[in-house]
């Protein structure tokens, strides 16, 4: 089969985006529901990128439907949101940023990456983001907060990766063990009162 008629149509693809997004009717990953929540995005603004935005790359991926990388706007300032469809035909907003340096020369254009500056980094173990293609840096987490077994732990000060672009953060396999380790053996430094918020009411 010819390749090139698997690829998606673009304009198609932005007609498709737009209509969803007018509809009200998309998604977000818990990723974005992170930045809604500190406040980094609106969804207005997420919503507004979309509508007036235009599709920049298209990613795609043997096991994953294409993830689509739209370049707008919000207050003034360029945003990418990266959204994809998924078999159901749903809209599903994946993450967004500000295109910034060093991954972004400007919100169009991806810093050049030379052979041997790449080749250094793979040398190096350098990783880049699984979801965006952007550099991460060596980090400590003040607190690394996540659930076992429906309850919540906070672990501070935990080493990690984060993504300079989109802010997804990376754990080794060491940290993630040593983590699980602290939990099972309930090696608390102390409790903290948590908040708790129904839905519903
Ligand atoms: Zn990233």
Redesign the pocket.
Known sequence: MNQAFLRPDVKETADWIRDKVSENDFFNSEHIVRYLTRRIFSMEDIRQVLLSGTILEIHSHPLRSDAFLVLGAANGEPVHVVCTRDRDDNLIIL?A?HPSMPTWQDEKTRTEVKGQAMDARQNAKQRT??????EIEPITVGNFDFRWEGDLYVIKKVPAGL?V????KYISAEASEKIVEKIEKEAFIEKDEVRVFDYER
């Open positions: 993450y940023y983001c699984f979801f965006c293609n952007s993504c672009q989109c802010g997804e």
